[in-house]
């Protein structure tokens, strides 16, 4: 559901525009709170969503006092008697476009996903202790239950919806609570490996030491699929397991290695996390390029599109560079 609050003289331009992309259920009505201003209130489809909001930012864009709302609807009972005529005009409306959530509905989320706090933090924290434990004991469940809290998806997610919306706090802001919480996962496995006392022979340990280009394939879907589940509005429990997968068991067993004193060890893993980081977030980055996620206006998109070229640019060299690395280690 859609909600525009707006000056009275701007509605029915709105409300014209809004038939014509196929919304149903369209409503409109005086605010009694504040004279001169109508909210209209309409239904739209994942397909029409993004053509709708932009229709109503680039009417009211010279105006201040207005604002718009989205709101998830589950259904509606009953269906619009005017249904299968809206229908065809949302098909025709969205022909060659991909449907999904609103570059706004995804800047929100990861805007929030990228915020660094005590909670962020704690989750960090807890999840590396859990997954150090884990791996140290080489109990995969354990394991798989330090991906469940691992809080490492959001941050990511965010840094290449910044690329794509060429934003650049936002791509500050994660780029900080990515660090952060690298780094935390670090220092704290560090304390663990320094103060085990068994030895570091398990095999989910160990794994995580070899490069292989398995490891690459996996860390490039887990990024696609994150990407996808944010563009599309599926949830991204099952998905930040698989990216959690990918990056905070190799930071943990980078610390443990360092604290044992295993070098050649440490640096095995750190050449894991490095190949991890750059598919993640170039399989994001794909994918969000592939659904059209980028700016409203034409100079906005100019701008962000060389951050965009410049960022996908830099993905693929590190991953080329990283994987000839890697063909010469298991060749040699």
């Keep these: ?79 619009p008697r005017d249904e299968a005529e809206a229908e065809k005009k949302r098909k025709k409306a969205s022909e060659n476009k991909i449907g999904g959530m609103t570059r706004e509905e995804v800047w929100n989320t990861v805007w929030g996903q990228a915020k660094l706090d005590q909670t962020y933090v704690v989750f960090v924290l807890l999840s590396t202790i859990v997954a150090a434990l884990g791996m140290l004991t080489d109990s995969v469940a354990v394991v798989v239950g330090a991906m469940v809290i691992a809080p490492l998806l959001g941050p990511n997610l965010a840094f290449s919806g910044g690329v794509a919306l060429g934003d650049e706090k936002l791509i500050g802001r994660s780029l900080i609570t990515n660090v952060v919480g690298l780094v935390v996962a670090l220092l704290l496995s560090i ?9 570091l022979s398990s095999d989910e340990l160990l794994s995580r030491s070899e490069i292989g280009f398995d490891g690459m394939a996996i860390a490039l879907a887990s990024g696609a699929a994150a990407a996808l589940s944010l563009v599309t509005g599926v949830s991204s429990a099952l998905v930040g397991v698989m990216v959690a997968v990918a990056l905070l068991p190799p930071t943990s067993a980078i610390g443990i290695f360092l604290g044992a004193g295993q070098w050649a060890l440490a640096s095995g893993a750190a050449m894991l996390l490095a190949v991890n980081i750059v598919s993640v977030n170039l399989a994001a980055h794909t994918i969000l390029f592939w659904r059209g996620i980028r700016p409203r206006t034409f100079f906005e998109d100019k701008k962000a599109a060389r951050g965009r070229m410049a960022s996908g640019l830099v993905w693929v060299v590190l991953l080329l560079v990283l994987g000839g690395l890697m063909w010469s280690q298991v060749h040699r």
């Design 1 to 79: 559901m859609i909600i525009v609050s707006a000056p009275d003289q701007s509605i029915p331009a709105l409300r014209r525009k809004a038939e014509e992309l196929g919304a149903s259920g369209i409503r409109t009505y005086a605010e009694t709170q504040r004279e001169g201003r109508t909210s209209l209130q309409m239904l739209a489809g994942s397909e029409t969503r993004q053509a709708l909001v932009d229709s109503v930012q680039a009417a009211l864009s010279a105006q201040s006092d207005w604002r718009l709302t989205i709101l998830p609807v589950e259904t509606t009972v009953p269906l």
């Design 191 to 199: 304390v663990i490996g320094y103060g085990w006392t068994g030895a």
